[in-house]
């Protein structure tokens, strides 16, 4: 009798995808927890420092001479990935945490992949039909919902939760990295050289701020469970969830892959009722209807809104 090869288990990537998006989306729960114990500077600096010291020497052990070789022609490229990732993306997102509610949060950073049509539009000269246009414009207006919160004489009043406007300058800027980090110069490097060397500059980018909220007597976790949420943050968020989508990305395609993200959105507003006690609003949950409706139209493949002949 013959026997059968037997080939790799090909649920195993989809479940890796399926737990993905709920490692990135712990990001923002463990952030808003410890958002009273902890300087947000020092949390981000915390974060990053320990992702570089972890990964980078394992990069430098698989491409030591690519990674110096990217180091020295691309410094400024990696400082900026540094700046935008982990600083306006991670420092800025724990300091908006203490001004807004987790959900909130997570519904306006959702938003980052039409914000990344936008910038290749403004600054690549990408076309954008009408679909994305129409996709565009119902994710913006989930957003102006949740900043609103259903009340349109906010307008009139402006007055804005400022937590809200960090988030939604966070997003912007996650954006700007998404862009930068396909940069045709750091392609010599393997994701997982690429992200350590990146979190090494994040560090150094939020080390300054870490320091004045150290010496202001603000800063390291002031509690057990935020030393924890700390620890969390670094492991899942950071190191699973990173390594979670790249293997995703390797198994399924970068598209299929790509897809599992939108899974953000409900992991988060639901771990933020669950762990956090947030209630979700009326508000909350029209924001989420026009945000993942806008999301999808706007990003995904147009094969999927083609009808089959």
Same mark, same amino acid.
């Given at each position: ?9 090909? !649920? ?23 958002? =009273? ?46 700046? #935008? ?69 906010? #307008? ?13 300058? !966070? ?28 979190? =090494? ?50 198994? #399924? ?36 209807? #026009? ?19």
């Amino acid at each position: 009798m013959s026997q059968q090869t037997a080939s790799p288990p090909q !649920a195993l990537p989809y479940a890796v995808m399926l737990a993905t998006p709920l490692f990135f989306s712990t990001n923002i729960i463990f952030g808003r927890y410890v958002a =009273g114990d902890t300087a947000p500077f020092v949390l981000a600096f915390l974060r990053w420092a320990s992702v570089a010291a972890i990964l980078l020497p394992f990069a430098l052990v698989r491409q030591g001479a690519a990674v110096r070789a990217v180091l020295a022609d691309h410094w400024r490229l990696l400082l900026t990935l540094g700046f #935008l990732g982990m600083g306006l993306s991670g420092g800025v997102v724990y300091l908006g945490l203490s001004l807004t509610t987790a959900t909130n949060a997570t519904l306006i950073y959702s938003t980052a992949p039409i914000l990344i049509i936008l910038l290749e539009r403004l600054f690549r000269g990408r076309a954008i039909g009408l679909r994305e246009t129409a996709g565009i414009a119902l994710g913006f207006a989930g957003v102006a919902i949740i900043v609103l919160r259903g009340d349109l004489t906010t #307008l009139a009043r402006l007055t804005f939760n400022p937590g809200d406007l960090l988030i939604a300058m !966070a997003s912007l800027s996650w954006a700007g990295y998404s862009i930068l980090y396909r940069a045709e110069g750091l392609r010599r490097l393997d994701n997982m050289s690429l992200f350590a060397l990146v979190a =090494g500059f994040g560090a150094l980018v939020n080390l300054p701020f870490a320091a004045v909220d150290l010496v202001s007597a603000e800063g390291l976790p002031a509690t057990r469970e935020a030393w924890y949420a700390t620890g969390g943050i670094v492991l899942i968020s950071s190191l699973l969830a990173f390594s979670g989508f790249q293997y995703g990305v390797r198994a #399924l395609g970068a598209s299929v892959a790509g897809m599992f993200m939108y899974l953000m959105t409900p992991y988060g507003v639901l771990m933020a009722i669950v762990f956090l006690g947030e209630r979700l609003e009326p508000f909350h949950l029209a924001g989420i209807v #026009l945000v993942m409706t806008g999301i999808g139209i706007a990003t995904l493949p147009a094969k999927l809104f083609r009808r089959r002949r």
